[in-house]
Nanobody, 122 residues
Framework: QVQLVESGGGLVQPGGSLRLSCAAS????????WRWYRQAPGKQRELVAS???????NYAGPAKGRFTISSDNAKKMVYLQMNSLKPEDTAVYYC????????????????WGQGTQVTVSS
């Protein structure tokens, strides 16, 4: 069993910062890619940022210049530092990862966390 658990969400004023964390646990051989998605009320889930095992990062338009994704694969964790937050950043933020797992055999599967609410409001 593999689990992703997010933390760090909350209420923040416009212009403020938050740091989201996501921890993976279970029979993990390696983590090939981490991603952060978000879903605002009434909207589709969208990719925010991703980071590969080689450290290469990619950001969606709204996140560029304001958000930073980082990972510590030894600790099996990923982070999303969010600065200059705007009301339109309000959403549930989900951690996602491509994880090589060991059960009776080794295989790679995509996993989701349960999400953490981020609300940007004055």
């Amino acid at each position: 069993q593999v689990q992703l658990v997010e933390s760090g969400g909350g209420l923040v004023q416009p212009g403020g910062s938050l740091r989201l964390s996501c921890a993976a646990s279970g029979s993990i051989v390696s983590i090939n890619a981490w991603r952060w998605y978000r879903q605002a009320p009434g909207k589709q889930r969208e990719l925010v940022a991703s980071i590969l095992s080689d450290g290469s990062e990619n950001y969606a338009g709204p996140a560029k210049g304001r958000f930073t994704i980082s990972s510590d694969n030894a600790k099996k964790m990923v982070y999303l530092q969010m600065n200059s937050l705007k009301p339109e950043d309000t959403a549930v933020y989900y951690c996602n990862a491509d994880i090589m797992v060991l059960f009776t055999t080794v295989f790679t599967r995509n996993y989701w966390g349960q999400g953490t609410q981020v609300t940007v409001s004055s």
